[in-house]
């Protein structure tokens, strides 16, 4: 069992910087490929960012590209998701996401909700204009 636990949300101006950590359960979390989510109102949750279990291969989204910078602590069970010049539109519920399966591929990372078994509760990111 995987348990996630996001942190570092908040209100900040357009521009601002934010860095949210998210600490798991178990380590067992050293085995798993880990993504970052966001959902806004009335909305679907969308793929932010996402980290591979071993090796350090990231995937993002392309609204987030040279924004945001996805890393992991394996030591420390964390993964966090640096957020550099916010943009209103960056407004939403983030969650940090486990894979459901262990040791999965390291070359083509998943970016669909379906295949993230373990999701934290979420943490608030508010961007203002």
């Known amino acids: 069992q995987v348990q996630l636990v996001e942190s570092g949300g908040g209100l900040v101006p357009a521009g601002g910087s934010l860095r949210l950590s998210c600490a798991a359960s178990?380590?067992?979390?050293?085995?798993?490929?880990m993504g970052w989510f966001r959902q806004a109102p009335g909305k679907a949750p969308e793929i932010v960012a996402v980290?591979?279990?071993?090796?350090?291969?990231?995937y993002y989204e392309d609204s987030v590209k040279g924004r945001f910078t996805i890393s992991r602590d394996n030591t420390k069970s964390t993964v966090y998701l640096q957020m550099h010049n916010l943009k209103p539109k960056d407004t939403a519920v983030y969650y940090c996401?486990?894979?459901?399966?262990?040791?999965?591929?390291?070359?083509?990372?998943?970016?669909?909700?379906?295949?993230?078994?373990?999701w934290g509760q979420g943490t608030q990111v508010t961007v203002s204009s």
């Open positions: 996401a486990a894979v459901l399966m262990p040791f999965g591929s390291t070359r083509s990372l998943p970016n669909s909700a379906r295949v993230y078994g373990y």
């Open positions: 178990g380590r067992a979390f050293s085995t798993h490929t």
């Open positions: 980290i591979a279990w071993s090796g350090g291969t990231t």
